[in-house]
């Protein structure tokens, strides 16, 4: 139970200690070049040493020398790194989920899970380090060969977001690093203890494996410091998770100096019930995705598409969960909503409500602060019944509101559920295949994960994760998305012992 101040601040220490960070990483809260603090006080735990500007440049250049020997180590021979990293994850599993709660407000199921998501991304690269497959490709000419050949892409830059510390760091890291990439991280500088924790356990690895030294570097500090990230042309790839106004900075920056983006940002996921749904697995799914993490995922579930003939119904039940949610310290394994990040995303939350009601909306439940004895910020999960899907429905509140909108027939359903600029996650509750097979089709969800009897939360790391329109069209993790950090060449060789040109062109002097 984590009732105190005094109380995060051992904890804190504990796991920072255990996973082997300095404490010369750490000062008195506003001496350092920023504060690790936590949600479920408000208050800061310690100062953080960042970097400053001048050093910034020097860990992206160490990072590129490290490149220079990484790349040529063989692919199985880096996948021992992340073999290595994955086991030290394993083992350090609790201390790096205290420090995801300690600063996210997580609760204990759900950062044990980012953790092991971390883990997961371990195994699945270790894999890929055997198979990063180019192809051959049939010549139009004799004694040629024709192929395809992958080979690293240099610095990636990662730039992650607070929501998910740890998990969104590893998807890009573990892939990159058998790829023969090096790495330089800028987290969110609301999460600089996670960055520590898992910084040390992978200098850990890339000591006891005996990769190159500077093949992993993390920058702490403001978005000034993820700004020069972006800008340096020794990173050709950037990825970033974040807020899609975020994404509209970065990728136009990126671009100006013809590098690549790998850009994962906002969503404004929804559901479709239709009357044939299971609504006991429905309800159930559909409260995890509209609460878990408080509502601060970037695939949360954030629209409710229901059918006129069983609305009022789902109404009814989706609140009495609601308000059945316990509330409370995070620690404690019987509680299922922890706070939100901080005060601001409550200021945002009671905007979005009342623009909701200015619209017309009807809050039906929720949306006030809950009491739980903590000086955090707890809100009730908000149902929102809304006429119509204009306006504040339009938009991303990174807090828990899920708006109720009611169709009458499928084609009205698709039409909602695709009426917005966001495309990350969608999932449909039925038993009617043709309506399944509809929603996954070309003219079903214009989403980059879409889901059948499968709420729009909780992506496995087998499948690429990311989305379309303004999720900006990233993928990360599994499925091919290794290809992202790689570059490609077009490669001939030529073995007839005679100069033929392609097309049948004639060019002799």
């Given at each position: 139970m984590m009732k105190t101040q005094a109380d995060l601040i051992a904890r804190a220490r504990g796991a920072l200690a255990a996973l082997g960070v300095s404490p010369d990483r750490f000062t008195p809260p506003g001496a350092g070049t920023l504060d690790a603090r936590s949600p479920l006080t408000g208050a800061a735990l310690f100062g953080v040493r960042g970097h400053p500007r001048e050093q910034v440049e020097a860990e992206i250049?160490?990072?590129?020398?490290?490149?220079?020997?990484?790349?040529?180590?063989?692919?199985?021979?880096?996948?021992?790194?992340?073999?290595?990293?994955?086991?030290?994850?394993?083992?350090?599993?609790?201390?790096?989920?205290?420090?995801?709660?300690?600063?996210?407000?997580?609760?204990?199921?759900?950062?044990?899970?980012?953790?092991?998501?971390?883990?997961?991304?371990?195994?699945?690269?270790?894999?890929?380090?055997?198979?990063?497959?180019?192809r051959t490709m049939p010549s139009e000419r004799v004694g040629h060969r024709l192929q395809e050949v992958w080979h690293p892409l240099g610095v990636v830059g990662v730039i992650s977001a607070f929501n998910f510390p740890v998990a969104v760091w590893s998807w890009n890291t573990a892939i990159a690093l058998v790829c023969g990439d090096a790495v330089v991280w800028k987290p969110s500088e609301l999460t600089?203890?996670?960055?520590?924790?898992?910084?040390?356990?992978?200098?850990?690895?890339?000591?006891?494996?005996?990769?190159?030294?500077?093949?992993?570097?993390?920058?702490?500090?403001?978005?000034?410091?993820?700004?020069?990230?972006?800008?340096?042309?020794?990173?050709?790839?950037?990825?970033?998770?974040?807020?899609?106004?975020?994404?509209?900075?970065?990728?136009p920056r990126v671009a100006a100096r013809l590098g690549r983006s790998l850009l994962e940002l906002g969503g404004n996921n929804a559901v479709v019930l239709t009357p044939s749904a299971d609504l006991g697995q429905a309800i159930d799914a559909i409260v995890f995705a509209a609460a878990g993490t408080a509502g601060q995922r970037c695939t949360s579930l954030r629209r409710l598409i229901v059918h006129e003939s069983i609305v009022e119904e789902v109404v009814a039940r989706v609140s009495a969960a609601f308000?059945?949610?316990?509330?409370?310290?995070?620690?404690?394994?019987?509680?299922?909503?922890?706070?939100?990040?901080?005060?601001?995303?409550?200021?945002?939350?009671?905007?979005?409500?009342?623009?909701?009601?200015?619209?017309?909306?009807?809050?039906?439940?929720?949306?006030?602060?809950?009491?739980?004895?903590?000086?955090?910020?707890?809100?009730r999960p908000a149902l929102v019944r809304v006429p119509e899907q204009t306006g504040i429905v339009l938009e991303e509140t990174f807090a828990p509101i899920l708006y109720v909108l009611s169709y009458r027939d499928f084609e009205q359903a698709l039409a909602l559920h695709n009426g917005v600029t966001q495309g990350l996650s969608a999932g449909i509750f039925t038993r009617d295949l043709a309506e399944a097979e509809r929603f996954l089709g070309p003219d079903g969800a214009d989403t980059g994960?879409?889901?059948?009897?499968?709420?729009?939360?909780?992506?496995?790391?087998?499948?690429?994760?990311?989305?379309?329109?303004?999720?900006?069209?990233?993928?990360?993790?599994?499925?091919?998305?290794?290809?992202?950090?790689?570059?490609?060449?077009?490669?001939?060789?030529?073995?007839?012992?005679?100069?033929?040109?392609?097309?049948?062109?004639?060019?002799?002097?």
């Open positions: 250049a160490q990072a590129q020398e490290a490149f220079r020997q990484w790349r040529m180590t063989p692919a199985p021979v880096r996948g021992r790194l992340v073999k290595r990293l994955g086991e030290l994850i394993a083992e350090h599993k609790q201390h790096l989920a205290d420090l995801i709660t300690i600063e996210v407000g997580k609760i204990t199921s759900e950062a044990l899970g980012e953790v092991q998501e971390m883990s997961d991304v371990c195994d699945l690269a270790v894999g890929l380090s055997r198979q990063l497959f180019g600089p203890l996670c960055a520590l924790g898992c910084t040390a356990l992978l200098e850990r690895a890339v000591v006891e494996t005996g990769a190159p030294a500077g093949v992993h570097r993390v920058l702490l500090g403001g978005p000034e410091v993820g700004e020069q990230l972006v800008d340096s042309p020794m990173v050709p790839l950037i990825s970033a998770t974040g807020s899609t106004r975020m994404g509209r900075r970065v990728g308000d059945r949610l316990p509330a409370g310290d995070p620690f404690d394994r019987a509680t299922l909503l922890g706070p939100l990040i901080h005060e601001r995303a409550h200021t945002a939350m009671q905007a979005a409500l009342s623009a909701a009601r200015a619209q017309g909306g009807q809050v039906l439940c929720g949306g006030d602060r809950i009491e739980t004895g903590m000086p955090g910020v707890w809100v994960i879409a889901n059948v009897n499968v709420a729009t939360s909780g992506a496995e790391i087998g499948g690429a994760f990311g989305g379309e329109k303004d999720t900006g069209g990233g993928r990360e993790a599994g499925s091919d998305a290794w290809r992202a950090y790689l570059r490609r060449s077009t490669a001939t060789i030529n073995h007839s012992g005679a100069v033929q040109l392609a097309q049948g062109v004639h060019f002799s002097g």
